[in-house]
Every structure is written in C-alpha cells, then in structure tokens.
C-alpha cells in the first residue's frame, strides 16, 4: 500500500490530449522536459517524432532519422531531450512515454521552427503628384512605409512612442509586408517600426529629420508640377 502511494505521487497523471507549445529558433536549439527532476531506473523513456511516431532517443543510432543525427542530447537525471542546429524539418510533433510498471505517462509537444526576423526598411512613399490635393500638403506632410522582405509568421507595428499605432500580420505565406505612416515634416515624436514573431524582434527607429532632407527636392518637384 505504502508503495502504491508512492508511485501516484512520483507519476502524476497527465493528460495524453493536453498538447504543449514550443517555438524555437532557426540554427539555434530546444529542450523537450518531461516535467521531473529526477527519473528513476526502472523508468523507461521513449520520445518519438513525426506521423510515423519515429523513435529517436534509442541507444542503436544506426537507424536513426538523418535530420536527428549528431544533434540529440538526452539528460539522464530527468529524461529531457535537446535538439541542437535545428532546421524547419524539425517542426512537428514529438510523443513522450514514460512506463514504470503497470503505469504510463505520455505527453505531446508541438515544436515551431522560426526563422529570426529582419530589420525592418523605413522609406517614403511617393505617389503621383497629381493625386496631392495642395502644395501645402505636399510640403508639410510625407508617408513612410515600413517593409520586410520574404518573411511569414510575423506581426509588423507602427509604435509612437510606446503606443502602438497600427500593425498587420501574416501567418503561414512567405511574402513581402508593408504599413504606412503618414508624419508631419516638423513632428517631434518618437517613432519606431518594429516586427516580430514568436521567437525573435528586430526595431527601425525613425529619424524624421533626415528622411526629410533626402526628399525636399522631390516636395520641391511636386510644388511646381501643381
């Protein structure tokens, strides 16, 4: 009796349809923990990748998947298992089981591989000048974009100080992103463009100043065209 209660306690029950999240890093690694600080002998250990359920933390490594070679570490005392130089082909599912007797626990992580983000690009945006309404417009007002290139699970924001202004994001497409903002020439404020994704953020502050400068010969232009 003494032993049974032992065991429940060390074994806790865990739900097999609870799925866990984990996101991680291009060419950088992850760590899958089974929840213990320490794992007894009798404890065998089984993690397990893919559709095919793939058994990738036998001793024999000889049929091991190629994507797993020289880049698995398995932690003795608690059974967590490290990925290391991981790629998008480590993205999956991974299956965790652990028996001790009559008793199992098994655990399901969900792994997402992300590539780090960009910095982002500011430039402005110049339209036609026969769609300006004024000359006045033209000269105290300009639109920026922000851009990043070739990017998918990511979240592109405009910040005016430390308030966000506006953002857009895309999901699973690799493409290319950009948000306007439209600024006075003479604005003083603090902006910055920032994008993100789960695992990695890159800012472009704004210098107003000199984006300015770069176009008052282009303002100039317009002017005399209206």
Same mark, same amino acid.
């Given at each position: 009796?003494? @032993?049974?209660?032992?065991?429940?306690?060390?074994?806790?029950?865990?739900?097999?349809?609870?799925?866990?999240?984990?996101?991680?890093?291009?060419? %950088?690694?992850?760590? +899958?923990?089974?929840?213990?600080?320490?794992?007894?002998?009798?404890? *065998?250990?089984?993690?397990?990748?893919?559709?095919?359920?793939?058994?990738?933390?036998?001793?024999? !490594? #000889?049929?091991? @998947?190629?994507?797993?070679?020289?880049?698995?570490?398995?932690?003795?005392?608690?059974?967590?298992?490290?990925?290391?130089?991981?790629?998008?082909?480590?993205?999956?599912?991974?299956? +965790?089981?652990?028996?001790? %007797?009559?008793?199992?626990?098994?655990?399901?992580?969900? #792994?997402?591989?992300?590539?780090?983000?960009? #910095?982002?690009?500011?430039?402005?945006?110049?339209?036609? /000048?026969?769609?300006?309404?004024? $000359?006045?417009? #033209?000269?105290?007002?300009?639109?920026?974009?922000?851009?990043?290139?070739?990017?998918?699970?990511?979240?592109?924001?405009?910040?005016?100080?430390?308030?966000?202004?506006?953002?857009? $994001?895309?999901?699973?497409?690799?493409?290319? @992103?950009? @948000?306007?903002? *439209?600024?006075?020439?003479?604005?003083?404020?603090?902006?910055?463009?920032?994008?993100?994704?789960?695992?990695?953020?890159?800012?472009?502050?704004?210098?107003?100043?000199?984006?300015?400068? !770069?176009?008052?010969? /282009?303002?100039?232009?317009?002017?005399?065209? +209206?």
């Amino acid at each position: 009796m003494i @032993l049974y209660l032992f065991c429940l306690c060390f074994f806790p029950l865990i739900d097999a349809e609870t799925d866990e999240i984990v996101s991680a890093i291009n060419s %950088g690694s992850f760590t +899958l923990r089974t929840g213990f600080t320490e794992i007894q002998s009798d404890h *065998e250990i089984e993690w397990r990748f893919g559709s095919r359920r793939t058994l990738i933390n036998a001793a024999e !490594k #000889v049929n091991l @998947l190629p994507i797993f070679r020289d880049r698995l570490l398995i932690q003795r005392e608690t059974g967590d298992l490290t990925i290391t130089n991981i790629t998008n082909e480590h993205t999956g599912v991974y299956e +965790l089981s652990i028996v001790s %007797g009559q008793k199992e626990l098994q655990k399901k992580l969900i #792994v997402t591989v992300y590539a780090p983000v960009p #910095v982002p690009v500011i430039t402005r945006y110049s339209p036609q /000048c026969s769609s300006l309404s004024s $000359s006045a417009a #033209v000269a105290s007002k300009t639109v920026l974009l922000c851009s990043v290139l070739n990017v998918s699970h990511v979240t592109l924001s405009w910040y005016k100080e430390n308030s966000l202004l506006s953002n857009i $994001s895309v999901s699973d497409l690799s493409i290319s @992103l950009s @948000l306007p903002l *439209e600024v006075e020439h003479q604005d003083e404020n603090t902006y910055s463009c920032v994008v993100n994704n789960p695992v990695s953020q890159q800012t472009k502050h704004l210098d107003i100043d000199q984006l300015c400068q !770069k176009c008052s010969d /282009c303002d100039n232009r317009c002017q005399k065209e +209206l």
